[in-house]
């Protein structure tokens, strides 16, 4: 592990009385340095982030104080945090929250982190229902496998007459979503425990979906920010990653309202796969709606 071949570099306190205190800003660098060394990504965004986090300091606060000297126990709490990024926790695990959508979202170790190119997943459906007309109606939206509520709670913080329900099969899963929720003042969002769409009924005007969409063959190759810290059970698609496409295909037109729309996320190099599957199961899909970086990542279906 990660934490282990750094875990002599870590500033250490033996003899307080003794010490050369670091000063705020000098042991955002240093901890900066290990991120680097240690192959992190964002060395000093994220340095910053724990620094700041461990102090109770916001960025402007955390640059007023770059010339403070750290009392013991601020060091080891910067100390702390930072083992644990050096482990390849991510970030957002390690803070407890996620920002999706403008929205602050809570974590936790039973929900996906919420990624930033998820959002294409809203777009899409928020195109869907600017086509058809005002964001200001009634609608009913379903956010199978809901997470920590993510896209569902975004949707709803766009569509103030929508109701909304998300399911998912972990409790714990549940509980993180209704928190979310209730902190964002969306009462309109309701969850249900149940495998995708089993517990669903009537007919929705939008239908999404991020199914765990990784081949199980691929999962030990993932980062392991991904492989070590997201749960399973998010990641496995099966043996080719779609399991969870043909089970969404299967259920899709029996929950579908007449001019209701599918959406779902794409892992890399599955647009076509999962078009030939919706549009084997009765679904006409419209072409894939890519995300920042360009990869075809929303996909949109409606009856044939």
């Known amino acids: 592990m990660a934490f282990e071949a750094h875990a002599d570099t870590s500033p250490t306190v033996a003899n307080p009385a003794s010490r050369t205190a670091l000063t705020v800003g000098g042991a955002r660098r240093a901890w900066a340095n290990k991120f680097r060394a240690g192959g992190i990504d964002s060395p000093e965004l994220d340095a910053r982030v724990l620094v700041g986090h461990a102090l109770g300091l916001d960025h402007a606060a955390l640059v007023a104080a770059e010339a403070r000297r750290l009392a013991v126990d601020e060091e080891n709490a910067v100390a702390a945090l930072a083992k644990r990024r ?160 043909r089970e969404i295909a299967c259920a899709a037109l029996s929950l579908l309202a007449p001019a209701g729309t599918l959406i779902v996320e794409l892992g890399a190099g599955q647009a076509e796969r999962v078009a030939a599957l919706f549009t084997a199961a009765g679904l006409a899909p419209s072409a894939p709606r890519p995300d920042l970086m360009g990869v075809p990542r929303a996909l949109a279906a409606h009856r044939a």
């Open 86 to 245: 050096l482990a390849r926790e991510p970030v957002s695990r390690i803070l407890g929250r996620k920002e999706f959508w403008s929205l602050q979202l809570h974590i936790d170790a039973t929900t996906l982190v919420p990624r930033p190119e998820t959002e294409t997943v809203v777009e899409a459906a928020l195109a869907a229902i600017d086509a058809r007309g005002t964001r200001v109606r009634s609608l009913r939206i379903a956010d199978l496998g809901t997470g920590s509520g993510a896209i569902l709670l975004a949707l709803l913080s766009e569509l103030p007459d929508a109701f909304g329900v998300g399911s998912d099969v972990s409790a714990g899963t549940l509980s993180v979503a209704r928190d979310n929720a209730r902190r964002l003042g969306l009462a309109r969002a309701h969850f249900v425990a149940c495998d995708m769409s089993a517990a669903l009924s009537g007919s929705f005007d939008i239908i999404v979906c991020n199914p765990p969409y990784i081949a199980t063959g691929d999962i030990a190759a993932l980062a392991p920010e991904v492989r070590d810290f997201d749960p399973r059970r998010a990641l496995d698609g099966g043996a080719d990653g779609l399991d969870f496409y």
